[in-house]
């Protein structure tokens, strides 16, 4: 099934008795979600589903949808607030950073593109484009891609690890790519890594061996 933001935001991933409507959820590059969007996947994990972020860089900023014209604008993330009103100020840059790394796990790594980080565990010969650091210890690291080379002007991201895990939340689990998935799509071991791991695990019939060598 192939679904939108506007349906998740809507409540569709759900049964009528408010039970999960799908057993897996797979996400792309969910930037942008509202609030009732957020809490939804939140509530999904909660009652026993699992969801698989196949990019980096999720969840990052609150937007309004309007279902009338099918629009959407900024609430809050990306240092902004705004008041739907024409007024603008200061605000956070990721818009539920303690939350999302209670129950995702992770939280951005705001370093940008073009900056020569290295990943010296790079089994998908992937190269850096943007990626989410594991922010909760619970996490079970599956695939730690040994990052280095951070800025010594990022002080906050020094030590980060950036790595494909898996946490368990409520009733249910995430499982979090950790990379830009989307620049891997002809990249075959990517998808054998997919096929292989990810998918099975998601569905609890394997158990993933960690790797961090």
């Known amino acids: ?60 900023a609150e937007v309004a949808y309007n279902i009338n014209n099918n629009t959407i604008s900024l609430v809050s993330g990306h ?45 998908l010969n992937y190269t850096h484009s943007e990626e989410n650091y594991v922010a909760n210890p619970n996490a079970k690291i599956l695939i730690d891609y040994k990052l280095d080379n951070i800025p010594t002007t990022s002080g906050q991201y020094l030590g ?19 990379l830009w998935g989307q620049t891997l799509v002809q990249n075959e071991e990517f998808i054998d890594f997919l096929n292989d791991e990810i998918i099975p695990l998601s569905l609890n019939s394997t158990s993933y061996t960690t790797s961090s060598s």
Request: aromatic share 16%; glycine share 8%.
């Open 79 to 123: 240092n902004w607030n705004f008041d739907q009103n024409s007024t603008a100020w200061k605000g956070p840059a990721e818009r539920w950073l303690d939350e999302t790394r209670e129950w995702v796990g992770s939280n951005f790594l705001d370093i940008p593109s073009n900056y020569p980080l290295r990943f010296n565990n790079n089994p």
């Open 1 to 60: 099934t192939n679904l939108t933001d506007a349906d998740v935001d809507q409540g569709k991933i759900f049964n009528a008795d408010g039970t999960n409507a799908y057993d897996v959820l797979f996400l792309f590059h969910n930037e942008y979600v509202t609030q009732a969007e957020y809490d939804n996947f939140k509530k999904f994990v909660t009652n026993g589903g699992t969801i698989v972020f196949g990019d980096a860089n999720v969840l990052y």
């Open 160 to 178: 980060a690890i950036v790595a494909t895990y898996e946490l368990d939340y409520g009733k249910g689990k995430v499982i979090h790519l950790g």
